[in-house]
Protein backbone atom coordinates (compact mmCIF):
# COMPACT_ATOMS: atom_id res chain seq x y z
CA UNK A 1 0.00 0.00 0.00
CA UNK A 2 1.28 3.64 -0.95
CA UNK A 3 0.56 6.43 1.20
CA UNK A 4 1.20 10.09 0.86
CA UNK A 5 2.67 9.43 -2.60
CA UNK A 6 5.71 7.20 -3.01
CA UNK A 7 5.90 5.91 0.50
CA UNK A 8 5.03 2.68 1.36
CA UNK A 9 3.11 1.99 4.56
CA UNK A 10 5.73 -0.81 5.55
CA UNK A 11 8.15 2.40 5.53
CA UNK A 12 6.05 3.89 7.89
CA UNK A 13 4.91 1.59 10.62
CA UNK A 14 8.69 0.90 10.96
CA UNK A 15 10.03 4.35 11.32
CA UNK A 16 7.15 4.49 14.29
CA UNK A 17 7.98 1.71 15.43
CA UNK A 18 11.98 2.41 15.83
CA UNK A 19 10.34 5.80 17.19
CA UNK A 20 8.45 4.34 20.05
CA UNK A 21 10.99 1.58 20.77
CA UNK A 22 13.89 4.52 21.22
CA UNK A 23 11.35 6.92 23.57
CA UNK A 24 10.94 3.50 25.48
CA UNK A 25 14.49 3.32 26.03
CA UNK A 26 14.33 7.55 27.09
CA UNK A 27 11.84 6.71 29.54
CA UNK A 28 13.13 3.76 31.36
CA UNK A 29 16.50 5.54 31.21
CA UNK A 30 15.42 8.71 32.79
CA UNK A 31 12.70 6.87 35.00
CA UNK A 32 14.74 3.91 36.43
CA UNK A 33 13.84 3.79 40.72
CA UNK A 34 16.56 4.57 42.50
CA UNK A 35 19.30 1.91 43.27
CA UNK A 36 17.45 -0.57 40.56
CA UNK A 37 20.91 -0.78 38.73
CA UNK A 38 22.88 -2.75 40.20
CA UNK A 39 26.63 -4.23 39.07
CA UNK A 40 24.95 -7.22 37.67
CA UNK A 41 23.51 -4.91 35.36
CA UNK A 42 26.36 -3.11 33.43
CA UNK A 43 28.46 -5.49 31.42
CA UNK A 44 32.49 -5.75 32.42
CA UNK A 45 34.12 -2.71 31.02
CA UNK A 46 31.17 -0.33 30.73
CA UNK A 47 31.79 2.34 33.05
CA UNK A 48 34.61 4.66 32.42
CA UNK A 49 36.86 6.76 34.80
CA UNK A 50 35.69 9.53 32.63
CA UNK A 51 31.89 8.43 33.98
CA UNK A 52 32.86 9.07 37.39
CA UNK A 53 33.57 12.02 38.58
CA UNK A 54 36.08 13.36 41.36
CA UNK A 55 35.44 12.54 45.02
CA UNK A 56 31.92 10.77 43.49
CA UNK A 57 33.39 7.15 44.89
CA UNK A 58 34.28 7.33 48.84
CA UNK A 59 35.56 4.25 50.71
CA UNK A 60 32.23 3.73 51.84
CA UNK A 61 31.21 2.91 48.81
CA UNK A 62 33.73 -0.19 47.77
CA UNK A 63 32.99 -2.89 49.72
CA UNK A 64 35.22 -5.08 51.46
CA UNK A 65 37.60 -7.48 49.03
CA UNK A 66 35.65 -5.28 45.77
CA UNK A 67 39.78 -4.36 44.47
CA UNK A 68 42.74 -6.55 44.10
CA UNK A 69 45.78 -5.88 42.35
CA UNK A 70 44.20 -6.89 38.88
CA UNK A 71 42.07 -4.14 38.00
CA UNK A 72 44.17 -1.63 38.95
CA UNK A 73 45.89 -0.10 35.70
CA UNK A 74 49.49 0.81 35.87
CA UNK A 75 49.92 4.66 37.53
CA UNK A 76 46.16 4.16 38.29
CA UNK A 77 46.50 5.66 42.10
CA UNK A 78 49.29 7.55 43.53
CA UNK A 79 50.30 8.65 46.54
CA UNK A 80 47.49 11.90 46.83
CA UNK A 81 44.95 9.08 46.52
CA UNK A 82 45.87 7.50 49.16
CA UNK A 83 44.59 8.94 53.20
CA UNK A 84 46.91 8.87 55.67
CA UNK A 85 47.05 5.88 57.60
CA UNK A 86 44.63 4.02 55.38
CA UNK A 87 47.38 0.94 54.29
CA UNK A 88 48.77 -0.94 57.45
CA UNK A 89 50.00 -4.56 57.51
CA UNK A 90 46.78 -5.70 57.77
CA UNK A 91 45.12 -4.29 54.41
CA UNK A 92 48.54 -6.32 52.81
CA UNK A 93 48.84 -9.84 52.09
CA UNK A 94 52.03 -11.88 51.57
CA UNK A 95 54.33 -11.00 49.08
CA UNK A 96 51.65 -8.41 47.34
CA UNK A 97 54.03 -5.94 47.10
CA UNK A 98 57.41 -6.36 45.65
CA UNK A 99 60.25 -4.20 45.23
CA UNK A 100 59.55 -3.88 41.10
CA UNK A 101 55.90 -2.16 42.17
CA UNK A 102 57.22 0.71 44.14
CA UNK A 103 58.45 3.77 41.94
CA UNK A 104 62.27 5.27 42.85
CA UNK A 105 61.73 7.70 46.21
CA UNK A 106 58.31 6.28 46.34
CA UNK A 107 59.40 5.42 50.13
CA UNK A 108 61.19 8.02 52.49
CA UNK A 109 62.60 7.39 56.05
CA UNK A 110 59.48 8.54 57.85
CA UNK A 111 57.58 5.61 55.53
CA UNK A 112 60.37 2.90 56.94
CA UNK A 113 60.19 4.71 60.20
CA UNK A 114 56.23 3.76 60.43
CA UNK A 115 57.34 -0.30 59.41
CA UNK A 116 60.19 -0.80 62.11
CA UNK A 117 58.68 -2.09 65.52
CA UNK A 118 59.65 -3.11 68.93
CA UNK A 119 61.75 0.51 69.17
CA UNK A 120 63.97 0.66 72.02
CA UNK A 121 65.96 3.24 73.42
CA UNK A 122 69.69 2.94 73.80
CA UNK A 123 71.08 3.74 77.50
CA UNK A 124 74.37 5.01 76.60
CA UNK A 125 77.37 3.98 79.33
CA UNK A 126 81.13 5.22 80.08
CA UNK A 127 80.04 8.86 79.62
CA UNK A 128 78.53 8.19 76.22
CA UNK A 129 75.25 10.71 75.66
CA UNK A 130 72.78 10.23 73.05
CA UNK A 131 71.75 12.62 70.61
CA UNK A 132 68.23 12.97 70.85
CA UNK A 133 66.09 9.69 70.31
CA UNK A 134 68.60 7.05 70.48
CA UNK A 135 67.44 3.71 69.41
CA UNK A 136 67.03 0.18 67.99
CA UNK A 137 63.77 -0.99 66.39
CA UNK A 138 63.32 -4.29 64.20
CA UNK A 139 61.56 -4.41 61.06
CA UNK A 140 59.30 -7.12 59.79
CA UNK A 141 61.62 -8.83 57.86
CA UNK A 142 63.76 -9.09 61.10
CA UNK A 143 66.25 -7.00 60.78
CA UNK A 144 67.38 -4.04 63.11
CA UNK A 145 67.93 -0.74 62.34
CA UNK A 146 69.88 1.73 64.85
CA UNK A 147 68.82 5.38 64.98
CA UNK A 148 70.21 7.66 66.33
CA UNK A 149 73.17 9.27 67.23
CA UNK A 150 75.64 9.03 70.68
CA UNK A 151 78.16 11.66 71.35
CA UNK A 152 81.65 10.42 73.17
CA UNK A 153 83.15 13.79 73.65
CA UNK A 154 84.65 13.05 77.13
CA UNK A 155 83.62 9.25 77.31
CA UNK A 156 85.86 6.61 78.92
CA UNK A 157 87.13 3.40 77.18
CA UNK A 158 84.57 0.84 76.97
CA UNK A 159 81.02 0.09 75.31
CA UNK A 160 79.19 3.00 74.41
CA UNK A 161 76.00 1.59 75.25
CA UNK A 162 74.39 -2.23 75.14
CA UNK A 163 72.25 -3.91 73.22
CA UNK A 164 69.09 -5.73 74.82
CA UNK A 165 68.82 -9.14 73.34
CA UNK A 166 66.90 -9.67 70.22
CA UNK A 167 68.54 -6.56 69.25
CA UNK A 168 71.59 -8.19 68.67
CA UNK A 169 73.03 -9.88 65.41
CA UNK A 170 73.97 -13.11 64.63
CA UNK A 171 77.75 -12.56 64.59
CA UNK A 172 80.67 -9.94 65.22
CA UNK A 173 80.14 -6.79 63.16
CA UNK A 174 81.44 -4.02 62.26
CA UNK A 175 80.21 -0.09 60.53
CA UNK A 176 81.97 2.68 59.34
CA UNK A 177 79.51 6.04 59.56
CA UNK A 178 80.36 9.29 60.04
CA UNK A 179 79.86 11.86 62.47
CA UNK A 180 79.66 15.96 63.35
CA UNK A 181 83.43 16.47 62.84
CA UNK A 182 85.61 15.79 60.59
CA UNK A 183 86.35 11.81 59.41
CA UNK A 184 84.89 8.77 59.46
CA UNK A 185 84.06 6.45 63.00
CA UNK A 186 84.03 2.83 63.18
CA UNK A 187 81.13 0.87 65.39
CA UNK A 188 82.01 -2.69 66.54
CA UNK A 189 79.10 -5.03 67.81
CA UNK A 190 79.21 -7.78 69.94
CA UNK A 191 76.81 -10.83 68.93
CA UNK A 192 77.15 -12.40 72.09
CA UNK A 193 77.22 -9.08 74.28
CA UNK A 194 75.56 -6.61 72.54
CA UNK A 195 78.15 -4.12 73.66
CA UNK A 196 78.34 -1.49 71.02
CA UNK A 197 81.97 0.05 70.90
CA UNK A 198 82.71 3.34 68.52
CA UNK A 199 86.40 4.73 67.95
CA UNK A 200 87.59 7.56 65.74
CA UNK A 201 88.66 6.69 62.33
CA UNK A 202 90.71 10.14 62.41
CA UNK A 203 91.85 11.14 65.54
CA UNK A 204 89.48 12.13 68.82
CA UNK A 205 87.52 15.14 66.29
CA UNK A 206 84.91 12.38 65.26
CA UNK A 207 83.90 11.49 68.52
CA UNK A 208 81.07 13.78 69.07
CA UNK A 209 77.87 13.39 67.67
CA UNK A 210 78.86 9.81 65.58
CA UNK A 211 75.44 8.66 63.17
CA UNK A 212 74.17 5.89 63.78
CA UNK A 213 71.26 6.19 61.02
CA UNK A 214 71.91 3.72 57.96
CA UNK A 215 73.32 0.73 60.37
CA UNK A 216 71.25 -2.41 60.27
CA UNK A 217 72.03 -5.97 60.13
CA UNK A 218 69.56 -9.63 60.59
CA UNK A 219 69.05 -11.23 64.26
CA UNK A 220 67.62 -14.14 65.55
Not at 195 to 204: C, D, L, R, Y
Request: aromatic share 4%; net charge negative; charged share 15%.
Amino acid sequence: MKIFGGTKYANVTATLALIVAMSGVAWAAATAPKNSVVSKSIKDGQVKSNDIGDDEVQADDIGEDQISSGPLAIDAVFGENIAGNTINEDNLNADSVSSEQIASGAVDDNAVNNLVTNLTNLTPTNSWTTVGITSAGKDVEGIVHLVGAVNGSGATPGAAFTLPVGMRPVQDSSFITGCAGPGLAHVAISAGSGAVTITSMSGGSCLPNVTLDGISYITL
